[in-house]
């Protein structure tokens, strides 16, 4: 297995940010974990499917995600498209922690990946976190680092995973 690089990174939420500016035709849409978490689930495989992360089959992925100390179902926020079918989501932790961002690959470049980190940023700051961090590879495919960079995350650190 190879060695992979990982960053660290971390927004400062000292200053105001901007309100999230949804991509015509998509609306946020309050998380039921009865109702979404398969369907966020099957995103985040889609999203990952080409690098960038791994997200265990359900089975083990929601129990884990449900049963953890730092999860809280208002920090999942989705997106969803006129007809309700979810193509954004960002699950964070409680500790002020980007955990996953996925965005459906059609709906990528679009300005969604943006709305959904504002919405976290206005959330975060209401809770007085000063600021937010995640982990992202360094060879994601996505554009996530230039998505992060662009709104304001700084390397913290970084590491190599084996």
Partial sequence: MTERLV????????????EPAWPVGIRPISFEPDRHAQKVHALLVQAYSRGGGYV????IWWPSLRDDADYDPTLV??????????????QCWTGAFVKDLAVAPVMRRQGLGSAL????????????????????????PSGAL???RS???EEVESYKLA
């Fill in 7 to 18: 960053i660290r990174m971390r927004r400062s939420l000292a200053d105001p940010v901007p």
């Fill in 77 to 90: 926020f989705v997106a969803a498209d006129e007809q309700d079918e979810i193509v954004g989501v960002v």
């Fill in 151 to 153: 709104h304001g995350f």
């Fill in 56 to 59: 265990e089959p359900f089975a």
């Fill in 117 to 140: 980190l504002h919405q976290v940023f206005h959330t975060f700051r209401k809770r007085g976190a000063a600021f937010i961090d995640l982990k992202v590879h360094a060879d994601n």
């Fill in 146 to 148: 230039r998505l992060y």
